[in-house]
């Protein structure tokens, strides 16, 4: 059986169970992808930076839930940035295919802040206790950098009202 038949039947059975036991975000139909540029980068504190993308379709973007997440396409070091077709639900498997000199590195990073009037998103990234590729890759972007931008969905759907949420995380949950 096709891994991309799997999937889909994967996604499915979660759906169907979560949807017993919660309320379900709205689903993308498609999921946008875009190059987007590095307008800011600022240490929040020692443990997280914030960093600002700016690109014409965040300009019309709607969050389909309030933790909207993202792939963020990483370039190697002088190598322009590379992205999976559109229509690719989960583009791992796309950015494994690809040749070494150009395979970006993907991680997923939830939408701190969405301006729509400027064009930009803002993403917290942990960046110290660990030397994954999103910790490797704030040590040195700069502003003016290209990124590749996937725009996926929302897993949470907010509590009735006055209803209680329970938070139970490390470092890494807490921009989501």
Known sequence: MPLRTIERGMH???????????????????????LAEVRAVEALCPAFT????HAEMFRTLELTGPDEY??????????????????ERDPRSAVAAMDD??????????IRMLRP????IDVDIVDVG???PGARWLRDVRVGDVVGVRVQSALYSAAPAGGHHVLVADETGLPG
Do not use: I, K
């Not at 914030?50 to 993308?53: A, D, F, I, S």
């Open 12 to 34: 499915a059975a979660y759906s169907a169970a979560a949807s017993l036991t919660m309320a379900l975000p709205p689903e993308r139909e498609t999921w946008p992808t875009t």
């Open 50 to 53: 914030r960093v600002t993308l």
């Open 70 to 87: 993202f792939g963020l396409f990483m370039p190697p070091a002088d190598a322009p940035v590379v992205t999976p077709p559109d229509d």
């Open 101 to 110: 000199a150009v395979r970006p590195q993907l991680r997923w990073y939830t």
């Open 117 to 120: 009037e400027h064009a930009e």
């Open 130 to 132: 660990h030397d994954g």
